[in-house]
T-cell receptor
Framework: GAVVSQHPSWVICKSGTSVKIECRSL??????MFWYRQFPKQSLMLMAT?????????EQGVEKDKFLINHASLTLSTLTVTSAHPEDSSFYIC????????????FGEGSRLTVL | GENVEQHPSTLSVQEGDSAVIKCTYS??????FPWYKQELGKRPQLIID?????GEKKDQRIAVTLNKTAKHFSLHITETQPEDSAVYFC???????????????FGQGTILTVHP
């Protein structure tokens, strides 16, 4: 099956620093990718829809200046958590949809962010 | 926006018994309903999905039923095994087949424990 890879799988950073998480579709092109956040023992919450070559669409309540999304190519979307704080500690998961062919959706492995 | 409610939050069964998890949704325009299994620290894995033009779908020990009128859908697992133990999430989205069907609203999750 198709593969979506996230990097890093886990990261620890100091409060106030910025962290970039990459989401790559390894064997297919993805015009659209989605970023989710999952706090411990909770559900996945959609943060934003990432569109190749255009601005991301953010869900209500998600600060676009804090969670910067860039989708510069058909196989890569990045999420940058700027000025991270302990409350941003979470599991961030991306998903990607094929640009052509069957509309299948594939999830990345997730990235665990811990902000000290 | 869409709201998905999932019950129960925890479910404990004996090996070989059946397990049923139920979800309701609020947006009558939703037409794609996937179920995911998530193990601790891992990505969600699609186990079965159903579109609104179908009332029931089965794949070996797993089945999903959909009642569009009542806006609820259920996951049925028969002959449960210890390896079925995980967190299960239902989800809903609009526009099955289009780009926005990847924009999933998840239920709160059900922790399923299958005792040997």
């Amino acid at each position: 099956g198709a593969v979506v890879s996230q990097h890093p799988s886990w990261v620890i950073c100091k409060s106030g620093t910025s962290v970039k998480i990459e989401c790559r579709s390894l064997d297919f092109q993805a015009t659209t990718m989605f970023w989710y956040r999952q706090f411990p023992k909770q559900s996945l919450m959609l943060m934003a829809t990432s569109n190749e070559g255009s601005k991301a669409t953010y869900e209500q309540g998600v600060e676009k200046d804090k969670f910067l999304i860039n989708h510069a190519s058909l196989t890569l979307s990045t999420l940058t958590v700027t000025s991270a704080h302990p409350e941003d500690s979470s599991f961030y998961i991306c998903s990607a949809m094929r640009t052509s062919g069957p509309r299948e959706l594939f999830f990345g492995e997730g990235s665990r962010l811990t902000v000290l | 926006g869409e709201n998905v409610e999932q019950h129960p939050s925890t479910l404990s069964v004996q090996e070989g018994d059946s397990a049923v998890i139920k979800c309701t949704y609020s947006d009558s325009a939703s037409n794609y309903f996937p179920w995911y299994k998530q193990e601790l620290g891992k990505r969600p894995q699609l186990i079965i999905d159903i579109r609104s033009n179908v009332g029931e779908k089965k794949d070996q020990r797993i089945a999903v039923t959909l009642n569009k009128t009542a806006k609820h859908f259920s996951l049925h697992i028969t002959e449960t095994q210890p390896e079925d133990s995980a967190v299960y999430f239902c989800a809903a989205s609009r526009n099955a087949g289009g780009t926005s069907y990847g924009k999933l609203t998840f239920g709160q999750g059900t922790i399923l424990t299958v005792h040997p």
